[in-house]
């Protein structure tokens, strides 16, 4: 297929600046947010009868005028079901330092750590035609957290050396104590960064850091909604894939067959494998939430559609025409124009039905990206 199919005009309005929320204004003038993340809106796609539903339905099976809320996925799926879920962790990616002696402002955007022991990151940076080897940046007027640009990566890519002596542990606390949680421009350009973006810019169930940006299809997962589940006899299996910004790279060629993937660190234990597999061997269905964990399993399918111990890297990038191996239900939130995100689940659910159901969403002002309503895909 060709990018210029998956092109579609998302107005700005669409775009989620905050997780769903109630506001409470209070006498004294401040604002409190109570938010609840398995409110947002749950648009379901049947894959084989070629239908969309958007609304609650009745006693009687009648639809209502209640959108459907993420929280109802319960009702699609039965004991014995198992969601896969991505229990990376998203770490404090970005910061703002000055350049030494013209005291411009820096933005460095941590991507991964390359040596603890000499602490090396590979970091992007804004603006970046005024960063040159051998510059250094200062993060903290009162602190001694500085580091030295020792290579050109990309066009905007660094690597950095933090010139901070002690131990890992204490540098790593340091470090990240001073960044903030990695949002999209789409977002940040909007409002600023703000203390419960900490929280709800990561996964209930986040487990392993090293993630640069949510696998945000999980952000709609609450307890309750997850203690629910668990009474109803569905199972989760956790695998692990440390999200990069790669699925947000604009894609530069017109034949996706040509179009290459950055890696993603990912891993799959023998826990995961046993949970999914038994489930498959007893016919239960088995959900994957999110693109990253969908790459991962499917990197880690076996030909006998099982799936396998896996630890190491995953460039899969997965449009149509896709046959997939593992799954046969899909969690995933409605994303940019043009985006792997999109392509994924328009290999999932059959392109003609998702693109009629991004339509669908813009329509009937469901709201997009990281913090926006979500579509569950299903194999009926």
């Known amino acids: 297929m060709k990018l210029s199919q998956f092109r579609i005009k998302i107005p700005e309005t669409c775009w989620a600046l905050e997780p769903p929320h109630k506001r409470f204004d209070n006498e004294d003038g401040t604002v409190e947010k109570v938010y609840r993340r398995d409110e947002c809106r749950m648009m379901v796609v049947h894959r084989k009868s070629q239908t969309i539903d958007m609304y609650e339905r009745d006693a009687d099976g009648n639809a209502t005028d209640q959108f459907l809320q993420f929280r109802s996925i319960v009702n699609y799926f039965e004991e014995g079901d198992v969601f896969v879920l991505n229990d990376s962790k998203v770490f404090p990616a970005r910061l703002f330092g000055t350049k030494e002696k ?174 999914v597999n038994d489930a498959k061997a007893a016919g239960h269905h088995v959900c994957v939430v999110g693109v990253s964990t969908m790459r991962a399993t499917e990197t880690a399918v076996g030909t006998d559609g099982l799936l396998k111990e896996f630890d190491g890297w995953t460039n899969k990038f997965i449009f149509p025409p896709y046959d997939f191996g593992l799954a046969d239900a899909m969690v995933t939130n409605f994303y940019n124009s043009e985006s792997i995100m999109l392509m994924t689940a328009a290999a999932f659910g059959g392109y003609d039905l998702i693109m009629e159901a991004y339509q669908t969403a813009i329509d009937n002002g469901y709201k997009f990206g990281c913090y926006g309503d979500c579509m569950l895909i299903l194999d009926d």
């Open 102 to 275: 013209t005291d411009a402002k820096i933005e460095v955007f941590l991507l991964r750590e390359l040596n603890p022991e000499l602490r090396l990151w590979d970091v992007l940076v804004e603006p970046a035609r005024k960063i040159r080897i051998g510059n250094k940046l200062f993060f903290d007027e009162e602190g001694p957290m500085v580091a030295e640009v020792i290579d050109n990566t990309t066009s905007r890519g660094r690597t950095l050396r933090f010139l901070y002596d002690c131990p890992h542990d204490e540098f790593k606390r340091e470090l990240f104590a001073l960044g903030s949680a990695p949002l999209p421009h789409y977002i940040i350009d909007h409002r600023d960064v703000t203390e419960d973006d900490t929280e709800n810019f990561q996964t209930i169930y986040a487990k392993h850091e090293g993630a640069v940006t949510a696998p945000a299809s999980g952000l709609h997962f609450s307890r309750e909604l997850m203690k629910r589940m668990e009474i109803y006899g569905i199972d989760f299996a956790y695998v692990t894939v440390h999200c990069s910004l790669g699925a947000f790279d604009a894609i530069e060629v017109e034949d996706l067959t040509k179009h290459k993937m950055n890696s993603e660190q990912m891993k799959v234990d023998s826990e995961a494998c046993q949970i």
